[in-house]
């Protein structure tokens, strides 16, 4: 049964998703498709029950006055069929309703929906460009994922909970006192509109309070794993003073967000509070006095009072699911700001993809900067030959790493085009156009995952043989054989830990050519790939990179610049231009800009 009602709804909806909506209701109702019909069960359910609630509280009025006016001996026999009546309904038709509301709710909403939104949201925000990722914490999106799916549930369940509670019961209590005396219902008018003042007054600034806060955890989330993911550097500077004020200051002003909301609950409670017991009093003074004129029975004075007790129950499970609301509807749209962002890299509507003959790369009269007044790229024209070998050469700040990424598609280019093989890469899927490059960066970055894993990434179906080819001919093999992690995993199923912390940066760099080596794309980028590496280890790789290099057109990018000296062709960048090219031979004739870096290399190194 309760598999049933699980798969009611889907926790991982297949369709595409797009760019959610920036409004709070259309955002709210663009994560709820699928899980409309279980909630308009839920409110049709939760109405029933309320109807159920306040009858049996006008039936005990009768209840007592038949009490009252009948013989103990006569009782059952003139009342029994209402009674029996009664007794199906509160031991089996309310308690059915009630498993089947608390079925819909914890089984096939709570869990799913949440889900749903985090699948979703997830998958969308994959396709954010990489400045996205740049401009925040990796934590602080994280977490914006996790709480706002659970807002957006919380925020739709409980808006129809109360919606349907509040009218139903009050309308339904209204009715019931007016039918017994209309003088019985103007205390209970008069305590609503007092309610509903108090909730004007209060719920928007807890509304705004909770935006606020939600901000501010997430700042404070997103500093606590800044902190953890960087602990090496903040050892290496003994900076953990540092580093604790820097939490503590996020810390400080999330504290300040609750303060603000404690005093706003505060005001809040109290002001229920009074209005509550004001209702009551004047409720048990009327009935009484309505009683002491003979115009409403014993069993009207119940019914008045313990209507009076479950409004003031009912009123706090109001006061406080409206204020969760408005927190959760806070939260929601503090969590829109990143969900809701759209993608600055995107896929024509009919692109193809990339088709791959020759492998000529062309940039023609590309231009693009960040901000408004950093120029990287400047009216570039650049032409690599099918299987042609290409050294970017330049100092810091040159263009050489935004280069790649252009053609890599992270940024889209402000003017001209980048062709392959003739193709334009902003025609053509980002997945086609990165799946026919391969690339090795200077800082190598690992998934927290297995060996195995992180290098299949180049390849997920290749074969055992593949892979341990190609680790072989990275000279990776002999020390994955001797990893081990604290899980008991052994060689290739060992664990890296975060961006792969538990090896050394040479070890990381030959899982990462390894990696390249097994996806064997026909386009080659190599950012400072041999970098991380002692010479000894580097002499043993080129040779496995050049064979990697075979038939492959291959940029390459090297501060060291005798690892691009046999290059087939030096492409000499400066502010973004290119300035000089030819082989190393003759730009070392040419005395310019490149020949000028060759003499001040210190250790292998461009000098400062």
């Known amino acids: 049964m309760y598999k049933r009602f699980e798969g009611f709804t889907q926790a991982f909806p297949p369709e595409e998703p797009q760019q959610p909506p920036e409004t709070l209701w259309a955002f709210c109702r663009y994560y709820t498709k699928g899980f409309t019909k279980p909630l308009l069960f839920i409110a049709v359910l939760s109405t029933m029950i309320a ?6 509280f006008g039936f005990m009025g009768h209840l007592v006055d038949w009490l009252s006016s009948s013989r103990p001996e006569t009782f059952w026999a003139e009342n029994k069929w209402t009674l029996s009546g009664l007794a199906l309904v509160v031991v089996i038709g309310i308690p059915l309703l009630i498993s089947v509301q608390s079925l819909l709710v914890h089984q ?3 869990g799913n929906y949440p889900m749903s939104i985090r699948w979703l949201a997830h998958r969308y925000l994959l396709k954010q460009s990489i400045s996205f990722y740049q401009n925040e914490f990796a934590g602080r999106i994280a977490t914006k994922v996790m709480q706002t799916s659970l807002a957006v549930r919380e925020t739709v369940m409980k808006a129809v909970d109360v919606f349907v509670y509040v009218v139903v019961y009050v309308t339904a209590i209204l009715f019931m006192l007016a039918d017994s005396d209309w003088r019985l219902m103007m205390p209970m008018l008069v305590w609503l509109l007092i309610y509903i003042g108090i909730q004007l007054y209060f719920v928007p600034k807890l509304k705004r309070v909770a935006s606020l806060q939600a901000d501010a955890r997430s700042t404070m989330t997103g500093r606590f794993v800044d902190s953890y993911t960087n602990i090496q550097t903040v050892k290496l500077f003994s900076h953990h003073h540092r580093e604790t004020e820097y939490v ?3 810390m400080k002003g999330f504290l300040g967000t609750v303060y603000k909301q404690m005093r706003l609950v505060t005001g809040f409670n109290l002001s229920v509070e009074v209005a509550n017991y004001l209702l009551l009093f004047a409720i048990a003074g009327t009935s009484i ?3 002491s004129q003979s115009l409403v029975t014993v069993g009207i004075i119940a019914v008045a009072i313990s209507l009076s007790l479950r409004i003031n129950g009912m009123s706090h499970w109001i006061m406080w699911e409206i204020g969760a ?7 929601v749209v503090d969590g829109m700001a990143s969900l809701s962002r759209s993608i600055q890299i995107q896929d024509k509507p ?3 993809a990339l088709d791959i003959k020759q492998g000529a790369i062309d940039f023609d009269h590309v231009s693009f900067h960040y901000g408004e007044n950093i120029h990287v790229i400047d009216n570039l024209n650049l032409n690599i030959k099918p299987g042609e070998k290409v050294g970017l050469v330049g100092r810091s700040g040159a263009g050489k790493s935004t280069l790649v990424n252009l053609l890599l598609r992270f940024h889209d280019v402000e003017s001209g085009a980048i062709r392959i093989d003739g193709q334009a890469i902003d025609d053509i899927t980002q997945d086609s156009l990165r799946s ?3 690339m090795v960066t200077q800082d190598t970055s690992l998934l927290h995952r297995s060996i195995r894993e992180n290098i299949l990434y180049g390849k997920p179906d290749a074969t055992e043989e593949e892979l341990l080819k190609a680790t072989k001919q990275a000279h990776a093999h002999e020390f994955i054989e001797t990893l081990t992690d604290p899980h008991g995993n052994c060689g290739y199923d060992s664990q890296v830990g975060e961006r792969g912390v538990k090896l050394s940066g040479g070890q990381r760099q030959r899982i990462a050519i390894s990696r390249v080596l097994l996806k064997n794309a026909p386009i080659l980028i190599l950012d400072e790939a041999t970098s991380a590496l002692d010479s000894e280890v580097e002499a043993a790789i080129q040779e496995s990179l050049y064979q990697l290099m075979e038939g492959k ?12 000296a046999a290059m087939d062709r030096l492409i000499v960048l400066d502010e973004g231009k290119v300035v000089e090219e030819g082989t190393h031979q003759e730009l070392l004739d040419k005395n310019g800009i490149y020949a000028h870096l060759w003499e001040h290399q210190t250790g292998g190194f461009i000098a400062s």
Do not use: C, P
Request: zero cysteines.
């Open 248 to 250: 503590q200051d996020s």
């Open 325 to 331: 609301l408005f927190e959760n509807i806070g939260t």
């Open 436 to 438: 026919a490059i391969g």
């Open 51 to 56: 109807i159920v609630e306040v009858s049996l």
């Open 350 to 352: 009919n692109a193809k």
């Open 289 to 291: 006095y309505l009683w």
């Open 553 to 564: 057109t291959v940029i390459a990018i090297a501060h060291r610049l005798s690892t691009i």
């Open 108 to 110: 096939t909403m709570l």
